[in-house]
């Protein structure tokens, strides 16, 4: 296995990476995951690994990067390349697409995970943590998209995984540039889902619900939810093994869990104005 090299951070949170060319003609497939170190990312990133996909893990923190890297090489005996990047960058796609080429890198899943929650919204968070979820939930994910439809083309067939939420699918004024965000990953892996299939290349959307990956996410839930968060809540793991597996069978929307699903039907057969009333009861109470 190649090993990896860090120079000293050209800004912020990012590294350049130097790695020794990748002889793709030896090598099975690789994926590319933003967001991967961790959470729903990592689920994904350890179902690939499960089906002999090598990795590249792309994340801002070094040492959360090493400690995916580590325990998926070992256990699954595959390769890890990590990535130390800030997504919201403006750089970053065109970054992390020159080090794919330059290294002829056989890309054959792209999943944009990359994104950012919380419990601060529109009216309560300031205006630079709204710009930063706003780049980083929508623009990261197009953009990068874009710079790697080459390579993707090139492997084919191919697949393209953006990962939304179950939030996408209604107005929610608790979450109103959140859920913003979601919808527009939504619309926008939908309609280049057609815009692709004369490519060979199949594009997904995962759209989960309430995902356990904190003790903060699972404190919050539990607040919000009560006794309902364990029975609609579910794994990362879960999460992942389910979107990969819909992925390669090329599935579009991708609600994992049974009562998630049927939430997320729901949200999509009753009219706006009734769902963001609801949400809006919800909030008061």
């Known amino acids: 296995m190649s090993k990896t090299f860090y120079e ?8 350049i990476m130097k790695t020794p060319k990748i002889n793709s003609g030896f090598l099975p497939p690789y994926a590319l995951i933003t967001g991967g170190s961790k959470g729903i990312g990592y689920g994904i990133a350890e179902a690939l690994a499960k089906r002999r ?28 390349e990590i990535l130390v990047n800030d997504l919201s960058r403006e750089e970053s796609a065109d970054e992390i697409t020159q080090w794919c080429i330059s290294r002829d890198i056989p890309l054959k899943l792209l999943c944009n995970n990359a994104g950012i929650g919380g419990a601060d919204d529109y ?3 300031s205006i630079d943590r709204m710009r930063y979820m706003a780049r980083l939930n929508v623009e990261s994910g197009m953009a990068l998209t874009y710079r790697l439809l080459p390579l ?15 939030a996408g699918f209604a107005p929610i004024p608790i979450k109103n540039l959140y859920a913003a965000t979601q919808s527009a990953v939504i619309f926008f892996s939908d309609s280049l889902r057609y815009q692709l299939k004369d490519k060979n290349i199949s594009v ?22 009560g006794w309902w968060a ?16 819909k992925t390669l069978q090329k599935k579009m929307i991708i609600v994992p869990g049974t009562l ?3 939430i997320s039907m729901f949200l999509r057969i009753i009219p706006w104005r009734t769902i963001t009333a609801l949400y809006d009861g919800l909030k008061k109470n």
Request: net charge positive.
């Open 8 to 15: 000293k951070p050209i800004t912020s949170g990012h590294y």
């Open 53 to 80: 996909y090598n990795l590249i893990l792309v994340a801002r923190h070094l040492d959360k990067l090493l400690l995916a890297k580590n325990h998926l090489e070992s256990t699954y005996n595959i390769h890890v």
């Open 123 to 125: 009216l309560s968070a």
């Open 152 to 166: 993707l083309e090139k492997n084919t067939p191919s697949y393209i995984l953006n990962v939304a939420s179950i």
């Open 204 to 225: 997904s959307c995962l759209a989960p619900g309430p995902v356990y990956t904190t003790p903060e996410i699972i404190k919050e839930t539990k607040k919000q939810l």
């Open 230 to 245: 364990d029975k609609i809540a579910i794994s990362p793991e879960r999460t992942g093994e389910i979107a990969v597996r």
């Open 260 to 262: 998630a699903k049927l």
